[in-house]
Each structure stands twice: as C-alpha cells, then as structure tokens.
C-alpha cells in the first residue's frame, strides 16, 4: 500500500521555505523602492516587540561536495575573506541606514558554503560589526553551519564568545563509498571531535544534518549512519532527502550516474526505517525531515505551536522581517522578499555603488498572505485550519475537492474547517501543500524545477 503511495504521489515540487516559491515570484511588480517600503513597514511593526532576523550567506568552500545544491564558490584562497566581509558590512549600513531606530536581533545564522572557512579573527570583524548598529535580543538564538574537517575549536570558543549558542556540522553519511561519490571524506572522529568541543563550551544546542538517497547508500548505511550518531547524541537532527537537480547545479551534481541513486520505494524506505529507529532512540518528529531530543527548544517550539520556517529552514521563534546579507541571500518581510545577486562580482559592484544587492523579488498579493500562512501552519504545525475570514480565500473550496483523494489514501483528514495531516502523511506533507499552492497550478512549469517529493 505504502509503495503503492509512493508511485503516485512522488512527483517534482517545491520544500516551501517561501510561498510564492522563488520560480513563482511576478517580477515585473517588484522593484528595490517598494522592497525599502515593506522592510521599513514590517520593521516598524515589529522591531520592538519580536526583533529581527538575520542570514548572513558565507559562501566560499575549498572544496565541492556533489551533493549540494547551495550557492557556493570554490577556492582555497583565503584572501577573499576580507573583502567579502567588508562588503557585508557595507549593506547591513545600507539596511540599517533605512530603519528608524536600532535593529534588535533575535536570530542570527551563518550559512554557506562554508562559515567555518573563514578565520577567527574575520568572523570576530563579522560579528563585531553588524552589533555596532544593533542590539541583542533577550534569548537570543544565533547559530552557524560548521563542517567538521575545518571547524577549529578556537572558532567554537570565539563564537560562543560572541553569543552563538547553536551549531550544526554537516555529517550527510559515514559510509565510505558514499562519502566518495558526495566528495565529502569526513572520518566519524572528525565529527566526534568538533561535537565534543562544542559540547564542552556551552552550545546549548548541537545538531547533526544526514541525508537519504544518495548514491550507494543503503539501508545499512542509514543504520549504522544514525547509530554513529546516536554515540555523540546531538540536540537535532536533519534528516534530509537529497535532492537531485543537476539541470540546476550543472557538474557539480553528476559526479554519479542516475543508476547509482537509490529511487522511489527504495529511497523512501531508506527514511521510514531510519525514522523508526530515530524514535526508538527517544527522537521526536518536529517537521519535516527534522527531528530532536525533548529537551532541545525546537521540540518545545513544535509542542507549544511556534515552530517556525523560512529561508533558514525551520526556526524555533518567529519574526516578522529577516535581512538576507551576502551573495544569493533571501530577506523576507513577510509583505515582500527580495534576493540579492548570485554572482560575487555583481554583488560587490552594487555594493561599491551603495546599493542594495537585491535584483529580484516579489510583493505579496492579499491572497499570496493567505496561502502562504495555510502552507506555514502545514508544514510546521501538521495542520491548519480556515474557520474564520483570516483563513477563507476565493478558490478554497476547489482546494478541498483536490484533497479528497489524498484524503481517501488516509493522508489527511479534513473536519469542521479544519485539516490535520495524519501520521501516514507526514511523508507527503509536499504534495499537501502543493494542493494550495494556486501559483503552481495556475502556471504548470514547462521544464523541471524542483527535486522530487519523496
């Protein structure tokens, strides 16, 4: 039965960190006035009673990993470091020049690429320079992405200095021959080291990120990949599908052949067994593909029903704006996002211009607003619900009607204005969303856009 599901409902489609998803923004309505005009809104609305977030994208690696999908540039020249952060500190001027009063930061993360490329000391200059034009939040949640081959124990400590409290290294796999075809060699010991300090210093949490479905692995693979971690016993854990989009990431995602992929049945099997045993080990399902211990505040944010998601993935507390720093960043302010330039060399010029980086975006309708909480609500609640106007848009009852067969295959259940997904749906919480996704139906795409749902 469950194969059977697989079949049918494991087509291409958005992970929805964002509705409208970036392939569905209308450009043509955007510009970097109006982008201005909804951050001083959403600032002014929100500022002093949740904070902001911030995204700071690092995104240098020495090395390419074929399983990411990440914008990212290789070097091993650690000369571009300081040139980058002076450019990000020149836009965080920018932005915080527009607000009327001191930015609070209530979320901070360092993503990449590689953050831990970057030296001590420059990452100190980061940091030190975006709090001389903001203020801390009280509790605070700022974290970064470590990689366990580079992450020195003097970047830990100086983080944490400086308020980091979360980290996650990315672990993928420990299997050898998997680890060659991702070209991501990392012994168990790097990672225990790197865990083991993080602990040590104060990390109030420490998450792990595995992913399913790459190439060679297998379901031994995925056992003694969990039970490996389970030795260290991290606060979360990442359990992510790989997505297989080389027509978008070129080369770098075809150091494999399609044959080598696990596929369909067999790589969702790959999942639920992995899942199980996650459970067994006393982990708890939060959303999709994460998972935490009960003690982590990512579980106690799913259990009160203030899980939130953005371009960050999953977050413990919500705010209404997050500032997107650096090459490809994302802002959001919840009215309007606005994605600065993927290229390194574009956004240095715009910078060296005193301009905002951003060359597209897109401003949400009244129904975009709608949608786009039903979506939130599905994928970091399991549920949601449309008993009042809040909730009602014009082509809902069209949207129930597209649910009733995932319904009737026992994935959902639809009651007095209200859906809950059940525990069989959880692995199709993509497809439940796509049924709302009017953007996506209304303009079917005419190539492949997105990475398979299961």
Known sequence: ?????????????????????????????????????????????????????????????????????????????HHVEAPYIEALLKEWELYCNLFPEKPIIKELHLGGGTPTFFSVENLEQLIHGIFLKAERAESPEYSFEGHPNNTSKAQLQQLFNLGFNRVSFGVQDYNEKVQIAIHRIQPFENVERVTNWAREIGYQSIGHDLIFGLPFQTLD??????????????????????????????????????????????????????????????????GMDHFALPADNMFTAFNTGKLHRNFMGYTASKTQLMIGLGVSSIGDSW???????????????????????????????????????????????????????????????????????MQADGLLQITSGKLMVTDAGKAFVRNICMAFDLRLKRKTPETKLFSMTV
């Open 221 to 286: 693979d995925i056992l003694f990949t969990i039970n490996k971690t389970n030795e260290l016993r991290p606060d979360r854990l990442a359990f992510y599908s790989y997505a297989h989009v080389p027509w978008i990431k070129g080369n770098g995602q075809r150091g494999f052949k399609d044959e080598d992929l696990p596929k369909d049945a067999e790589k969702r099997k790959l999942y639920e067994t992995g899942k199980k045993h996650l459970l067994d080990l006393g982990y708890v399902e939060i």
């Open 335 to 405: 009215y309007a996002f606005g994605q600065n330039e993927k290229e390194i060399e574009a956004y240095y010029e715009a910078i060296n211009q005193h301009q905002l980086p951003i060359f597209k975006g897109h401003i949400l309708n009244d129904e975009d607003l709608i949608i786009r909480k039903h979506i939130l609500n599905i994928m970091c609640t399991f549920e949601t619900s449309w008993t009042d106007a809040m909730g009602y848009f014009e082509t809902l009852p069209q949207v129930i009607d597209d649910l009733a067969e």
């Open 1 to 77: 039965m469950f194969s059977g599901l697989i079949q049918k409902y494991n087509v291409p489609g958005p992970r929805y960190t964002s509705y409208p998803t970036v392939p569905y923004w209308d450009e043509k309505g955007f510009s970097t006035d109006i982008w201005k005009q909804h951050l001083i809104k959403s600032f002014t609305e929100s500022n002093a009673q949740e904070g902001i977030s911030v995204y700071i994208h690092l995104p240098f690696c020495e090395s390419l990993c074929t399983f990411c999908g990440c914008n990212k540039r290789i070097t091993r020249q």
